[in-house]
């Protein structure tokens, strides 16, 4: 038997664990107690990860498509096919009729060498991770206005904050480690904020929450930003000292009334006031919101950071601004240039001083043009001209919640698919490649507080498969790449020399104590456990306008509810890993047990009037569109709303119309229907 | 119960007699920070073995009922379907399990083979499992913040339920043997006997330990005891402590004394089926779901109160002549909200007190 302390491979939190071995299988899992992330503490999910680990449903060999049939093949015949065909339809097509699209939770050095591949061989910027639709906001607006796209401090600081505000994010679900660090905080004199549409278990250990309509978070924090400012508690000399375009900013602020707000958020006028005023008077008060796909909008962040800055409630322990992630290595997915707009380290891919650098360093030009967002490329193909989709541990047909990926994977000429597992995107791939899971490799992931860590390698994968990097660079050398690389440790290295802020992160480094968070650099190896911990230099921060768009939330007569869909509180991000544990299955799955079409969770007030029950069928009525489904009534959904969990796609669809982006409020009025 | 005396250099020597008599042996090792684990013992870290030290937190539970444990494989083929049972029940010897843990097995046995239906495999294992107890008697060391195995009456040293047990008096230590097979190791030429002054170091050293306890747990134990069999628990109370419950399992899956199990059934290839049996929890909402959808603890502070019933209710402890927590404090370690033993007897204790008329 071992013991090996290693890092989660669910949620951004990036928990310490130790997985149990004997006989190349892992029997079973721990918490570490001295771990900086979780100090003891796992989830559901962590406490099941040797379940999912052991499962003996595995792809074993490649395959490739013939006949119609996916049948077995050897490995180097799956990867000359690769190289072949993409080489074909690069010389038919051009190299933008190639999109590259991997999972949030891809290693560091699988994103980092998937994204190389799409750049230096064969020429495109459409590369994307699966989670850019709703996560890339805030990458650019964090980037804008603090110049850095993360968690600006550290998870345990929030034990640390007089005041922690929790912004739509059900953290007991989908967080718990931080909801955990949250209530901790609140038993020990913190005061807690939630605001958000929906109730949630944190809600029940909040000292304050703001339960504002849907769509309605931009106003909210602009009113409490524009309360802050009223009473005259804004950090003058820090604004003065750190931030730019403060007073563009200002002339704003008018439009954010406190009695107009609480009225159109429909929250208590005295209760915004008392959040705004606890906020701005805290020796130090954090932020958290969710980059996951709840209403993450731009606004919203803007809102937040501006709140934020207004009180230079930033670069002190227990403050800061904190960017959750919902995925083990989101932060690090875009870190690595995962992004059609960006390259590693997050120069633009359209400045020519940032392209130059990196053409020096991978020795080969590299395109100019802004790629196509996964989102597109699975929507229509980037208007019909993707005809190759590579997918790394990307299984869109099941969570690609946005659209439907059959339609486009169907019409694609080359699907190369490499997973852990024959998902529901096999059906449309012409050849499937098994990738080593985690445990059987030693790569990075970089959690929610930049904490690069080191997932170990405890187990031999089953024979015959490799690490997902190693079949990028064996299709990369097929198509007359020099690349040798002969282990992640080495890829970390390329790494460190060309994003500067984890030029110090080998894996040598990262082996000792636990992981270490970015920027970690040769002349701090140890790592940062606070942005602007060693000051603030000059004016770094920027305020930014915020317009108000209450068309996008205003109900009317004829469409008084608004329809929200989201996360299912129990569901994590389709189950594709979740099915694999009984236990999980069960907890995860419940609500389709319960509700196999689907469910609208309404609150039982307005059920009463409309006389519906929970299990009645409803009829949801947009003005371009309807569909039926089937109520599930539940206080914590906030009068007026309906929620509606994502996994039913055809919902959005359905009601929104063909051709309407994906909209997360949708206004409706609400029948019942013949049961 | 015999006694024999020990030279503490010799104490490390008992691994390797019982690695002689066929015991895959494991014992204590400290892992990164405060991290603490139980692990094989083998020649590259024999000289590692640490006597004392933070208690693992991983529960040495899992050698008799563990974490996943594969049941039986079946076959399909030639028109029928053939199934095997897999054990996996090596001769093991836990070096170093503390006092609180060997209470918490013997809760176990009490469970699984206790009763009327007898578990083959937990039996099986439970056999060939030896188990040398070590008490705790460093108080920086063995014991910490969340320790109460003096509520719980299974520590520092255990009464029985152990093959041997080891206590530090200094520069020796005192050998005691619960059972025959523990007894048989006396043989051995590192063993002899004592005399009354050891016996008189025990006491002191055992009196000295007990009073490093925290204080507030060592009270109000037995009143929870009281106050969960007569129902006297406020509504309210279980409801605070729902709040604060994540529903992450961790109580259940650290705590020595938990029992709950589900099954898999696992396709290994086609036409062969693995059933394993895998750690469950009552903290979970599908822990009671039944076919159809009723649920009769649906609400979450329902599924805590079911915990804490199964602890310390009274007829619990009679059915199973034991008591279902045994002090080791892991669940207050483990809790994100900080809905562990303590803390909720302590929240029980609080609730009453204020509305308890007859407190004076």
């Not at chain 1, 909801?179 to 020990?188: E, F, K, P, S």
Request: proline share 4%.
């Amino acid at each position: 038997m071992a013991h090996r302390l290693t890092t989660c491979t669910f949620c951004g939190v990036g928990c310490g664990l130790y997985l149990e071995t004997a006989d190349n299988r892992v029997i079973g899992v721990s918490p570490s107690m001295s771990h900086p992330a979780n100090q003891g503490k796992i989830c559901l999910r962590g406490w099941h990860i040797h379940e999912v680990i052991s499962t003996p449903d595995r792809l074993r060999t490649p395959m490739i498509r013939k006949d119609g049939q996916l049948r077995e093949a050897g490995w180097d015949e799956a990867f000359d096919f690769i190289a072949r065909r993409l080489k074909e339809i690069r010389d038919k097509h051009g190299p933008d009729s190639i999109a590259f699209l991997n999972s949030p939770r891809c290693s560091n050095e699988e994103t980092y060498l998937l994204q190389k591949f799409g750049r230096t061989v064969i020429k495109t910027n459409n590369v994307d991770h699966g989670a850019g639709v709703y996560s890339n906001n805030s990458t650019d607006v964090l980037m804008e206005m603090i110049g850095v796209p993360a968690t600006t401090n550290s998870f345990n600081e929030l034990g640390k904050s007089d005041v922690i505000i929790v912004s739509n994010v059900d953290l007991g679900k989908r967080l718990p480690t931080i909801a955990g660090a949250v209530i901790r905080a609140r038993l020990d004199g913190a005061k807690v904020i939630v605001t958000g549409t929906r109730s949630h278990r944190v809600v029940k250990n909040a000292d304050i929450f703001l339960q504002n309509k849907p769509g309605t978070d931009a106003l909210l924090y602009g009113a409490m930003t524009k309360v802050i400012v009223d009473h005259g508690l804004m950090n003058l000399p820090f604004i003065k000292k750190h931030c730019s375009d403060f007073d563009n900013f200002l002339s704003t602020i008018v439009n954010f009334d406190l009695l107009e707000a609480s009225e159109v958020c429909g929250v208590q006028a005295e209760l915004i006031e008392e959040a705004a005023l606890a906020y701005a008077g805290a020796g130090s008060a954090a932020i958290l919101y969710s980059t996951g796909l709840e209403y993450g909008s731009t606004d919203a962040i803007k809102a937040m950071v501006n709140m934020c800055l207004v009180t230079g409630q930033i670069g002190k322990e227990g403050a800061g601004l904190f960017a959750l992630t919902e995925h083990n290595n989101l932060q690090g997915a875009c870190d690595m240039g995962m992004l059609p707009d960006r390259l590693p380290g997050y120069g633009q891919v359209t400045d020519a001083a940032v392209r130059a650098e990196f053409e020096k360093k991978w020795k080969t030009g590299i395109p100019a043009k802004p790629g196509i967002a996964a989102k597109w490329v699975l929507s229509d193909r980037g208007k019909g001209s993707i005809h190759a989709v590579w997918l790394c541990r990307y299984d869109p047909v099941s969570t690609a919640f946005f659209t439907n990926a059959e339609e486009s994977l169907k019409q694609c000429d080359l699907v190369i698919m490499q997973h852990l597992f024959l998902t529901e995107s096999a059906k449309y791939s012409h050849v499937v490649l098994p990738t080593a899971m985690f445990g059987e490799e030693q790569v990075t992931f970089t959690s929610g507080e930049r904490r690069i860590q080191l997932a170990k390698q405890v187990i031999d994968p089953p024979k015959g498969i490799t690490p997902g990097w190693h079949h990028i660079m064996q299709v990369a050398q097929e198509m007359g790449a020099d690349w040798r690389y002969e282990s992640a440790a080495d890829i970390m290295d390329e790494i460190g020399t060309v994003v500067p802020f984890y030029s110090g992160a080998s894996h040598e480094n990262l082996a000792r104590e636990y992981g270490r968070q970015w920027p970690c650099t040769k002349d701090k190896p140890l790592g940062t456990s606070f942005l602007f911990e060693d000051g603030i230099p000059g004016q770094c921060f920027k305020f930014m306008r915020v317009e108000r768009h209450d068309e996008l939330f205003a109900t009317s007569r004829e469409y008084p509810f608004l329809l929200v869909l989201g996360h299912s509180l129990y569901y994590w991000h389709r189950n594709v890993l979740i099915r694999h544990s009984e236990t999980l299955k069960r907890e995860y799955q419940v609500p389709l047990l319960d509700y196999p079409e689907g469910f609208a969770g309404m609150h039982p007030d307005d059920a009463k009037q409309l006389g519906v029950r929970d299990g009645d069928r409803i009829r949801l009525r947009s003005d371009s569109g309807s569909i039926v489904t089937v109520a599930a009534l539940s206080h914590e959904v906030r009068s007026g709303t309906l929620f509606m969990p994502f996994f039913v796609k055809q919902v959005e669809q359905q009601i929104q119309g063909p051709g309407r982006s994906g909209l997360h409020l949708i206004k409706v009025n609400v029948e019942k229907e013949a049961q | 119960m015999k006694a024999r005396i020990l030279d503490r250099r010799d104490v490390l020597k008992i691994v390797d007699l019982l690695k002689r008599q066929g015991y895959e042996v494991i014992a204590p090792f400290r892992g990164r920070g405060r991290d603490t684990f139980f692990d094989t013992v083998s020649d590259e870290n024999r000289e590692r073995i640490e006597l004392h030290l933070p208690n693992p937190y991983y529960p040495p539970k899992r050698y008799v009922l563990p974490h996943i444990e594969p049941l039986l494989n079946a076959h399909s083929g030639n028109g029928g379907i053939r199934i095997q049972p897999t054990f996996d029940d090596p001769k093991r010897a836990i070096f170093g399990i503390r006092s609180c843990d060997v209470a918490g097995i013997y809760h176990l046995d009490r469970f699984y083979i206790g009763r009327e239906f007898r578990d083959t495999y937990y039996e099986r294992r439970r056999k060939n499992l030896f188990l040398v107890n070590m008490v705790c008697t460093d108080p920086g060391e063995d014991i910490n913040r969340e320790c109460f195995c003096m509520c719980a009456d299974t520590g520092p040293a255990s009464r029985d339920h152990f093959d041997m047990q080891l206590m530090d008096l200094g520069d020796e230590f005192m050998a005691v043997a619960g059972t025959a097979r523990g007894e048989a190791l006396f043989d051995d030429p590192i063993f002899r006997r004592g005399g009354e002054g050891h016996l008189k170091r025990r006491a002191e050293i055992l009196n000295g330990v007990r009073s490093h306890f925290k204080n507030t747990t060592r009270s109000w134990f037995s009143a929870a005891v009281r106050q969960i069999t007569q129902g006297t628990v406020l509504e309210k109370t279980w409801e605070e402590v729902g709040d604060r419950c994540l529903e992450c399992g961790g109580c259940t899956y650290v705590c020595p004394a938990c029992t709950c199990f589900t099954v898999s059934d696992r396709k290994v290839a086609p036409g062969e089926v693995e059933r394993v049996r895998v750690w469950d929890s009552c903290a979970l909402l599908g822990f009671t779901r039944m076919a159809g959808g009723h649920n009769p603890r649906r609400a979450v502070h329902d599924r805590r109160n079911r915990r804490f019933f199964r602890k310390l209710e009274h007829h619990f402890i009679e059915r199973e002549l034991s008591m279902a927590c045994v002090g080791c404090g892991r669940c207050a370690a483990v809790c994100h909200g900080d809905v562990g033993m303590p803390s909720v007897v302590e929240m029980i204790r609080r609730a009453t007190m204020e509305t308890d008329n007859n407190e004076s």
